[in-house]
């Protein structure tokens, strides 16, 4: 063993390598914002995933601690103690301090069990205030503690004895507040993703327990034996299925593990999510392919074959028969081979034809013994099918009317002098009399106002041919230029912020949910892009002697009247702003529009799978989940003004 304070030039080499880390920390977790402050977390959680890939780990437990740091339980086998040969300190300490090859966004993207593991363990530990790593083994508890980055602070020693057939590793590390943006972790970001790996990972136990949260003592725990299928059964909840049972199907070759699970309902939309070694591959690749590869190919084999298909018909395309349908593809690699710009594609070959053995088997049983279910299948895509050609034509006329030529008797956009849309932003205005405030304010050089005078049509429920029927929804796809459906091209958007300008009453929520369910179904990429604002109109307006001042909320009327000066023995008075139109078009500047004193919040995306599940709660079919959820979320409704 060496001495606690020697370092040799072996120690020096390493903690140099952790500096270059502290350096250049983009390099290693892409950023040093929320993302890169959780991607720690993952970093670590991904050995104890390892390990429960590798059959020895059934529990884990992540815990945020008082102080934001965070701990990281599993009852595997516990990192190796022995001294490793090549290093010739434990390897325990080799994992915490030694950068791998491929670093690079580590992610646990380049190993599947018996890979290269604990990657990311020294990069988190270099990113770290401090780190203390527990292993129990061999009946005894070993512990060793880092500081600054991933300065040893001693050698792995034994501070204790534990029960002899007890193994496992408990981390835990305080990011370091000079590397990231903010160190405050947030409690929704990790269960979004403890939930995730929890279906990903039939059996396992994950529980996230927040002990900054005097109330949270037990945590939340995830474990779902059914895995995937009741990820497809979380997705469709407030959905109507098709068929009652989830398709479950899966399959092994050369070391490759492929499963998917599926399940169609009434709904429009697809919602399919793919995965390898539990990443998600945004951009799908061979397992994806494969699996729609023969969907299409079997379900129009069965509709020709049943005769639901007659032989003048056009074939269903890829697109007709995703319609409604819920899909979660997971596979687990050994060796994958990722793509793309941001590396979201999958691009093993081998992949596609198990995806497409797996599923071709199993989908055509289905199909035989379910004709019911098949045949409502197959008559939905041929519904869909139609839709889309009808949307075709509806979209050439759309296109024919561009804002250059003709205002078609709806040029209701008053639009802005830049055509740069880097600096351009259109507020889409509820009603007329708002709009022309709107219009009288906003500055016409780089402010378009699109006044809305009817209800848009609720896309949840109605397919992209009935959408462009409707008057508002085709003056939206004019004014952002982008296109719809197949011919969407974000690189052709006109405005760099989209605001959504409505009252703050019922009316106002509801219009405005209206148009994030358009934006979100027909314009997903403006969201994720972070196109999407909604304006803050303020609730009050409080005049003292000659000042004027405009509040957002409730709280910030108390906090600015408690300012007051006492002495001044004059009485504050206290307007509620009802809505937009009262405004005139000075108020409606100062307040809502002006670039420099307004508020904006941005509508963003988090979840994908929460925001879907929102929507079709709120817009769909099913009554029973929109009530239910209602009465849930009412508490958290602060103005409700009918
Ligand atoms: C809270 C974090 O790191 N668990 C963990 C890590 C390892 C093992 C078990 C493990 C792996 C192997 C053998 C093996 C790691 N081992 C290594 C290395 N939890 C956490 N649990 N025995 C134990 O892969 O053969 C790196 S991580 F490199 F030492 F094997």
């Known amino acids: 063993m060496k001495e606690n304070t020697h370092y040799d030039a072996s120690d020096i080499q390493v903690l140099e390598g952790l500096e270059a880390v502290r350096k250049r920390p983009g390099m290693y977790i892409g950023t040093t914002d929320v993302k890169g402050l959780h991607h720690l977390v993952w970093e670590i959680v991904d050995n104890s995933i390892d390990e429960a890939l590798a059959g020895y780990c059934n529990n884990i437990e992540i815990i945020i601690n008082k102080d934001n740091s965070i701990t990281v339980k599993d009852d595997g086998r516990g990192i190796p103690v022995d001294i490793h040969p090549k290093t010739k300190i434990s390897t325990v300490e080799t994992v915490y301090t030694v950068l791998h090859a491929g670093g690079k966004f580590g992610g646990g993207g380049y190993k599947v069990s018996g890979g290269l593991h604990g990657v990311g ?13 527990k292993v129990y083994k061999n009946g005894k508890i070993h512990f060793m503690r880092f500081e600054n980055g991933g300065h040893p602070v001693n050698h792995l020693e034994i501070i204790g004895d ?3 057939n007890r193994t496992g590793t408990v981390v835990t590390f305080k990011p370091d507040p000079n590397i990231f943006d903010t160190d405050i972790y947030d409690y929704n970001i990790l269960m979004l993703r403890i939930r995730e790996l929890a279906f990903l990972n039939k059996g396992l136990r994950l529980t996230l327990r927040d002990d900054r949260d005097e109330e949270d003592t037990t945590g939340e725990t995830f474990i779902y034996e059914g895995g995937i299928s009741e990820y497809v ?25 492929f499963e998917v699970a599926l399940q169609y309902n009434t709904g429009y939309k697809e919602n399919i999510y793919s995965f390898v070694n539990n990443i998600n591959t945004h951009d799908g690749g061979t397992h994806e392919d494969g699996v729609k590869r023969a969907l299409t190919r079997l379900i129009n084999n069965y509709a020709r074959k049943s005769n639901i298909l007659k032989e003048k018909d056009e074939s269903l395309t890829g697109e007709d028969v995703k319609e409604g349908l819920t899909m979660i593809v997971s596979c687990k690699h050994p060796n994958p081979q990722f793509e793309g710009q941001t590396k979201g594609r999958l691009g093993n070959s081998e992949v596609r034809k198990l995806a497409d053995n797996v599923f071709s088997s199993g989908f055509e049983k289905f199909l035989l013994e379910n004709p019911n279910e098949a045949k409502q299948i197959v008559e939905k895509s041929m519904l869909a099918c139609r839709a889309r050609n009808a949307a075709k034509k509806a979209r050439e006329i759309t296109r024919k009317s561009d804002l250059a030529t003709t205002n078609l008797g709806w040029g209701k956009l008053s639009d802005c002098k830049s055509k740069d849309p880097k600096v351009s932003e259109i507020f889409i205005v509820e009603g007329d009399s708002a709009g022309g405030s709107a219009k009288k304010g906003r500055d016409s050089m780089t402010q378009a106002i699109l006044p809305l005078r009817g209800k848009i049509l609720n896309v949840e429920k109605n397919r992209l041919d009935r959408a462009l029927g409707n008057e508002e929804i085709r003056s939206i796809i004019t004014a952002f230029g982008t296109g719809i459906g197949e011919e969407f091209n974000l690189g052709k958007l006109r405005y760099d912020k989209i605001i959504i300008m409505t009252d703050a009453d019922v009316d106002g929520s509801h219009i405005r949910v209206l148009l994030l369910t358009l934006f979100y179904r027909f314009f997903r990429p403006i969201v994720e892009a972070g196109h999407v604002y ?20 409730e709280e910030e009327k108390e906090e600015y009247l408690n300012t007051l000066p006492d002495n001044v023995r004059q009485r504050a008075e206290i307007t509620r702003m009802k809505g937009l139109g009262e405004m005139d078009a000075d108020e409606l500047n100062i307040t809502t529009m002006d670039i420099e004193k307004r508020i904006l919040r941005r509508i963003t995306v988090d979840d994908c799978v929460m925001a879907d599940q929102i929507f079709s709660t709120l817009m769909g079919e099913e009554v029973e989940p929109r009530r239910k959820f209602i009465e849930e979320n009412a508490k958290f409704v602060e103005n409700l003004d009918i």
């Open 121 to 133: 363990a020294s990069v988190v530990n270099a990113l770290s205030s401090w780190l203390e790593v």
């Open 162 to 164: 534990c029960e002899e």
């Open 233 to 257: 059964k979380f997705i469709n909840q407030g959905k109507t299925p098709i068929h009652k049972d989830i398709i479950h199907l899966e399959g092994e070759e050369d070391g490759v593990f």
């Open 534 to 553: 909604a304006a803050q109109p303020p609730l009050f307006k409080i005049m003292h002697g000659k000042t004027r001042k405009y509040v957002l909320t």
